[in-house]
């Protein structure tokens, strides 16, 4: 031990001196009691609180997770991101939040799969535990895809951002929503009807959230890549994670080869999904973080096949 080193050991106050320097004080008497039972439950309190809550829960609630996939790799664990709600009346104060996190470790113990068959289980019991009549839970997670260089075969991964979420209520059953957000290549058609050669691009970010007809059957199809498609095939050109020379070729030619405004991405993704029997209705948006100018564009529509005409 050095001469720096010995002064610091010898003058250095202990851990519990310290802890007092910086505010620390023991602790004063305890008089409430420390047995569950014997607890006041404030949120159970029953009497006019004014107004009902349509959305009472937690969110951000981060958890490891397995999904399946149709494309490599097809079992995969991500992170997923929860919200988990339900309602309640003006006669009851507030709700127990724990249930919520219990619930969820339980079902992870158990070997937790996330399916919208397995959420609807979940939401439905929760409700039960809740002692609810409805009950919401909404999953937000990365979903990795393998991707091949379009020339060289080169394989890498990708990844989108997905989610399902699932209503249920005693009175209308299940509602079902899925969606996606994937990443693009658009070039600027206006650029290149303008430039005596060249145009420039940018990176397009397509957002889907669709409504699950109520025959929906995900042992036979694989909404996150119908999604994924519905976004990458109308685009300039799709994102890669590995590309070689020849690759780079294909994909710039196949750009300016495609050229698409927001306002094209949007409409020729709606229509994508205009014929896809299993949706209902959907929202769709992109927006592209230009590459010669300091703003972002942007472009969104809905649409529900039951009541809305094209």
């Known amino acids: 031990m050095n001469k720096i080193e010995s002064h610091i050991t010898d003058t250095m106050p202990s851990k519990d001196e310290r802890h007092k320097l910086f505010g620390s004080v023991p602790p004063g008497p305890k008089t409430k009691p420390v047995e569950k039972d014997q607890m006041a439950d404030l949120q159970n309190s029953r009497q006019d609180f004014l107004f ?49 996190t219990e619930q969820l470790t339980s079902y992870y113990e158990q070997g937790f799969t996330v399916t919208i068959e397995s959420l609807k289980q979940f939401a439905e019991e929760l409700a039960g535990r809740l002692k609810r009549e409805d009950a919401f839970i909404k999953v937000e997670f990365p979903w990795f895809f393998e991707r091949e260089g379009p020339s060289s075969g080169l394989a890498g991964m990708n990844h ?131 590459s010669i100018h300091l703003h972002d564009a942007l472009a969104s529509l809905r649409f529900d096949k039951r009541t809305d005409e094209r």
């Open 52 to 100: 009902d809550l349509d959305v009472v829960g937690i969110n951000n609630v981060k958890h490891p997770i397995t999904i399946e996939s149709s494309m490599k790799p097809s079992t995969q664990t991500t992170i997923g991101t929860f919200t988990f709600s339900s309602s309640i009346a003006k006669g009851s104060k507030g709700t127990n939040m724990s249930r919520f």
């Open 160 to 290: 989108a951002d997905a989610f399902i979420s699932v209503t249920w209520s005693k009175a209308g059953g299940f509602d079902i929503q899925t969606g996606l957000t994937g990443k693009i290549t658009t070039l600027c058609p206006c650029s290149k009807e303008i430039s005596e050669y060249s145009a420039h691009n940018q990176r397009g970010n397509v957002s889907m959230a669709v409504t699950l007809t109520e025959d929906f059957n995900e042992d036979m199809v694989d909404w996150k890549e119908v999604l994924l498609e519905a976004a990458e095939s109308n685009a300039s050109a799709r994102i890669h994670p590995v590309l070689k020379r020849p690759d780079e070729k294909m994909v710039t030619e196949q750009a300016y080869e495609n050229p698409r405004f927001v306002e094209d991405m949007v409409r020729l993704v709606a229509a994508d999904l205009y014929e896809t029997p299993f949706i209902h209705a959907f929202e769709v948006s992109c927006r592209n973080e230009e």
